[in-house]
């Protein structure tokens, strides 16, 4: 996978703030990644103005030739990554409900839409834990759906957005 790629629909996602843009740009330079605004974006601090700091990564994004993932694109990575930290024991459901939201899938490939159907059928922490402490049957039904939507997912070649790379 593109590390460029995965830093850009991380960030559009929320999982990598604007005041984590210039170490991880650094990182992407230690990595041999190269371009002027990811220079000038490993250069700033996490205090500079987010709007300078999400301009530098646009501009990085268009210099290194890689695609800035639209909503709909980077929700869709968001639920492959949340399904392969399930499948790979990195998250619980509960863990992975907490990091998915209601509209998520919208664009979403059927399988993509099933996990996150799945995910967030119970509506939020706060209904999972009275359904964890109410009727911990229920709930582990719903950690094993949450489990084998994620698995049926992560098996899920076709049209897997994470698997996105430049051509060099």
């Known amino acids: 996978m593109d590390a460029v790629f995965t830093l850009a629909w991380q960030h559009a996602v929320g999982l990598v703030f604007p005041e984590d843009l210039p170490m991880a740009a650094a990182e992407l330079l230690a990595a041999g990644?190269?371009?002027?605004?990811?220079?000038?974006?490993?250069?700033?601090?996490?205090?500079?103005?987010?709007?300078?700091l999400d301009q530098l990564l646009r501009e990085a994004l268009a210099e290194l030739d890689v695609p800035r993932p639209d909503s709909g694109l980077a929700e869709r990575c968001l639920l492959r990554h949340l399904a392969a930290g399930v499948v790979a024991g990195e998250l619980t459901a509960k863990e992975a409900a907490g990091r998915a939201w209601l509209g998520m899938g919208e664009t979403a490939t059927d399988v993509e839409w099933q996990f996150a159907e799945a995910v967030l059928r119970n509506c939020?922490?706060?209904?999972?834990?009275?359904?964890?402490?109410?009727?911990?049957?229920?709930?582990?039904?719903?950690?094993?759906?949450?489990?084998?939507?994620?698995?049926?997912?992560?098996a899920?070649?076709?049209d897997?957005?994470?698997?996105?790379?430049?051509?060099?």
């Open 160 to 168: 897997n957005p994470l698997r996105w790379s430049r051509r060099r």
């Open 33 to 52: 990644e190269d371009s002027s605004a990811l220079c000038d974006l490993a250069g700033r601090g996490r205090g500079e103005p987010t709007a300078e």
């Open 124 to 154: 939020c922490s706060s209904c999972l834990l009275e359904l964890e402490t109410d009727n911990a049957e229920a709930y582990r039904a719903w950690e094993q759906e949450v489990s084998a939507a994620a698995a049926t997912l992560a």
């Open 156 to 158: 899920a070649a076709s």
